[in-house]
């Protein structure tokens, strides 16, 4: 039983070739392509929108500089959403419970935010390790702890989503077996946890929504820091 509970954590397979990279792409098929016009219908018109909602919340704290990643943090964010959202659905599979794709996502952009820092700004990128007016002896430990704050930050961003959505899922089918095995036993008991169970499955598209925003908000945050 509770190998089954994570069976659903698995990559699927074809032929023993993963098809995870298929499973993260196929969610942007479902996005309308915007065609010669204007306005072509609603669902294009609400997704000009939506992409413009994003960029705004984005791109507001940053200077021109930082207005060049609009196009890799607006496309990183409406992946995630889509993808933690039709995770959700029944018979399919999310590739962010996966730390490994996570961390494949953060690792490259935290470190070309960094790269940005050390590139543009050398000095003041190398002074957030040594905070102003600190007394010497305790320069050696201060700059081992901000380097090592500094190294944690990508696996920070990836542990957050795969934790997120891993105990979510985890929660909503224990929750759905208990109910399918109480309906035959105690139906109002059954009931009950059917109550709780469309609860949580709320609560949970609101963390997928959530979780897809702090990830891009947070790299947002960083290259705030080094432009």
Do not use: C
Request: charged content about 5%.
């Amino acid at each position: 039983m509770n190998l089954s509970f994570f069976d659903q954590f698995m990559s699927p397979q074809l032929l023993g070739i993963p098809l995870i990279l298929l499973s993260m792409l196929f969610p942007t098929l479902l996005l309308p392509t915007p065609g010669n016009r204007w306005i072509t219908n609603r669902l294009s018109t609400l997704q000009s929108w939506f992409f413009h909602l994003i960029t705004k919340q984005l791109m507001t704290p940053l200077n021109k500089n930082g207005h060049k990643w609009a196009l890799i943090l607006t496309s990183l964010m409406t992946l995630l959403l889509m993808v933690n959202l039709l995770g959700l659905l029944p018979y399919t599979f999310t590739p962010t419970t996966q730390l490994s794709m996570n961390m494949a996502l953060a690792f490259p952009l935290w470190f070309a935010t960094l790269l940005t820092g050390l590139r543009n700004q050398p000095s003041a990128s190398l002074g957030h390790l040594l905070p102003e007016g600190t007394p010497t002896p305790l320069i050696p430990a201060l700059i081992m702890i901000e380097t090592t704050s500094l190294l944690i930050r990508p696996l920070a961003l990836g542990v957050r989503l795969t934790a997120n959505l891993t105990a979510g899922h985890l929660l909503i089918q224990l929750i759905s077996t208990a109910t399918t095995t109480l309906l035959s036993i105690m139906p109002t008991i059954s009931i009950l946890t059917t109550s709780i169970l469309l609860l949580l499955t709320i609560l949970e598209v609101a963390v997928a929504m959530i979780q897809a925003y702090v990830f891009v908000l947070l790299l947002s945050l960083y290259l705030q820091e080094n432009i």
